[in-house]
Antibody, heavy 115, light 113 residues
Framework: EVQLVESGGGLVQPGGSLRLSCVASGFTFSTYWMSWVRQAPGKGLEWVATIKQDGSEESYVDSVKGRFTISRDNAKNSLSLQMNSLRGEDTAVYYC????????WGQGTLVTVSS | DVVMTQSPLSLPVTLGQPASISCRSSQSLVHSDGNTYLNWFQQRPGQSPRRLIYKVSNRDSGVPDRFSGSGSGTDFTLKISRVEAEDVGVYYCMQGTHWPPLTFGGGTKVEIK
């Protein structure tokens, strides 16, 4: 059974930083692109970032470029999202999702940016 | 960027009746490899999204056959042949052909009348 388990969310002040993690199991992690997708409270889904299997390619939505960094550790089946210079509009549930077509999703972790 | 437009925003349906959701893209979703990367997701209240359909019309494992996807080019449809209570939630289309960015439609809320 495929499992994606996120952690690391919480309350952070504007301008602060947070690092999200996702641990994968039940599939060959190193053979999949991996992504982060977010959902602001009461809003729709927004793609945030994607990383290639070997980490050689990364892509980001324009609103987070230069502030967020996606990375992965294939030896530990883990995906990370380093979020710096956080803003109120980054408040959302952040989901880890497999691939670029998102066949599998985690349960999400809530990030709240507020003073 | 490819803009995905869904309609309607809200869809009240009687149990056992069919439902249909439309998704239109601002440009053709046919990839140079010949595939059309249009997916549909269901998000039940309080749950994570779940993919139902990939590449326009392919059902994911475990998805009931009352769900079907169709369309081509820029116009796509998700149909539920007979709505059940467990189908309540928000449905999203998403394109994966022209990226980055990967883009979602705004969502269609299905509720029971």
């Amino acid at each position: 059974e495929v499992q994606l388990v996120e952690s690391g969310g919480g309350l952070v002040q504007p301008g602060g930083s947070l690092r999200l993690s996702c641990v994968a199991s039940g599939f060959t992690f190193s053979t999949y692109w991996m992504s982060w997708v977010r959902q602001a409270p009461g809003k729709g889904l927004e793609w945030v970032a994607t990383i290639k299997q070997d980490g050689s390619e990364e892509s980001y939505v324009d609103s987070v470029k230069g502030r967020f960094t996606i990375s992965r550790d294939n030896a530990k089946n883990s995906l990370s999202l380093q979020m710096n210079s956080l803003r109120g509009e980054d408040t959302a549930v952040y989901y880890c999702a497999s691939g670029r077509r998102f066949p599998n999703w985690g349960q999400g972790t809530l990030v709240t940016v507020s003073s | 960027d490819v803009v995905m437009t869904q309609s309607p925003l809200s869809l009240p349906v009687t149990l056992g009746q069919p439902a249909s959701i439309s998704c239109r893209s601002s440009q053709s979703l046919v990839h140079s490899d010949g595939n059309t990367y249009l997916n549909w997701f269901q998000q039940r209240p309080g749950q994570s999204p779940r993919r139902l359909i990939y590449k326009v019309s392919n059902r994911d494992s475990g998805v009931p056959d009352r769900f079907s996807g169709s369309g081509s080019g820029t116009d796509f449809t998700l149909k539920i042949s007979r709505v059940e209570a467990e189908d309540v939630g928000v449905y999203y289309c998403m394109q994966g052909t022209h990226w980055p960015p990967l883009t979602f439609g705004g969502g269609t809320k299905v509720e029971i009348k």
